[in-house]
């Protein structure tokens, strides 16, 4: 059974960083891209980036909109995922999640964590 | 980037009807479109990808069809617990866009 446990939210002050995890199991982690998406309180989510499998090098992709801002790693021998989010703005208050890629969408997704940007 | 625009924004039906949700998509997505289901406090679910092909364990009252711009998601006789929200996604390319969503009440 394929699970994702997100990790690592919570309050933070703007400007601050914040790192979240992901914890993956039940499958082969090293086979497929991963991704992090965020969804605000009400509203669509957004997708923020994958990183990519090892046949392709575990390479990197981001939305425009957080691109230098936050950073997306892996570990495969843990088979954990992180994304390192720094300069945060209250604009970055949402729910996060990780989730598998199938080559269109996203078919895990974990439960969530929260992050609040807030002083 | 590719914008994603669903239509209606919210939508009131009853049990037993049967709905449909439109996504168009700005530019031409060659049937790369992705459909999910959100309830409260819940993550997506995903539905439907490639436009049309059913995700493994999604009921088959739910079905995709649409090309190049313009997609539609289709819910047949409605089941109480189809009442959530629903979200188009560009899966063409990057940046994966997602449609602002539509909100299924129960009239």
């Known amino acids: 059974e394929v699970k994702l446990l997100e990790s690592g939210g919570g309050l933070v002050q703007p400007g601050g960083s914040m790192r979240l995890s992901c914890a993956a199991s039940g499958f082969t982690f090293t086979d497929f891209y991963m991704n992090w998406i965020r969804q605000p309180a009400g509203k669509a989510p957004e997708w923020l980036g994958f990183?990519?499998?090892?046949?392709?090098?575990?390479?990197?992709e981001y939305n425009p909109s957080v691109k230098g801002r936050f950073t997306i790693s892996r570990d495969n021998t843990q088979n954990m995922l992180y994304l390192q989010m720094n300069t945060l703005r209250a604009e970055d208050t949402a729910t996060y999640y990780c989730?598998?890629?199938?080559?269109?969408?996203?078919?895990?997704w974990g439960q969530g964590v929260m992050v609040t940007v807030s002083s | 980037d590719i914008q994603m625009t669903q239509s209606p924004t919210s939508l009131a039906a009853s049990v037993g009807e049967s709905v449909t949700i439109t996504c168009l998509a700005s530019e031409d997505i060659y049937g790369s479109l992705v459909w999910y289901q959100q309830k409260p406090g819940k993550s997506p679910q995903l539905l439907i990808y490639?436009?049309?092909i059913l995700e493994d364990g999604i009921p088959s009252r739910f079905s995709g069809s649409g090309s190049d711009t313009q997609y539609s998601l289709k819910i047949n006789s409605l089941q109480p617990e189809d009442f959530a929200s629903y979200y188009c996604?560009?899966?063409?390319?990057?940046?994966?866009?997602f449609g602002a969503g539509t909100k299924l009440e129960l009239k």
């Open positions: 996604q560009n899966g063409l390319s990057t940046p994966r866009t």
């Open positions: 989730a598998t890629d199938n080559n269109w969408g996203f078919d895990y």
């Open positions: 490639g436009a049309t």
């Open positions: 990183i990519r499998n090892k046949a392709n090098g575990y390479t990197t």
